[in-house]
Nanobody
Framework: QVQLVESGGGSVQAGGSLRLSCAAF????????MGWFRQAPGKEREGIAV???????NYADSVKGRFTISQDNAKITLYLQMNSLKPEDTAVYYC???????????????????WGQGTQVTVSS
């Protein structure tokens, strides 16, 4: 059984950067994709970034050009580098595993079957 543990969240001013990590315990390298989604208070979950097992990435328009997803396959660790943060990026961020091959970012919350507990990111203006 896989356990996903996110870390790296925190508070930052607008324009700043954060790097989120997701350690996947019990997860073996596979053809599934992995991704990140977020949920702000009072809003629906928003899938934002996905990476497949050969390193192909895809992003939601809201983060494209600012966020970068990457993966260390040797350690089964997923990363999300977040630059040029905006107040509207404030949310709880979750990593997700067992996503269908090249799932669209918008479908991450619905189609990925394993999530972490989330890490809070707060961006102040």
């Amino acid at each position: 059984q896989v356990q996903l543990v996110e870390s790296g969240g925190g508070s930052v001013q607008a324009g700043g950067s954060l790097r989120l990590s997701c350690a996947a315990f019990g997860y073996t390298y596979s053809s599934h994709s992995m991704g990140w989604f977020r949920q702000a208070p009072g809003k629906e979950r928003e899938g934002i970034a996905v990476i497949d097992s050969v390193g192909t990435t895809n992003y939601a328009d809201s983060v494209k050009g600012r966020f970068t997803i990457s993966q260390d396959n040797a350690k089964i660790t997923l990363y999300l580098q977040m630059n040029s943060l905006k107040p509207e990026d404030t949310a709880v961020y979750y990593c997700a595993a067992f996503c269908p091959w090249r799932v669209r970012p918008s479908r991450i919350p619905a189609e990925c079957t394993s999530w972490g507990q989330g890490t809070q990111v707060t961006v102040s203006s």
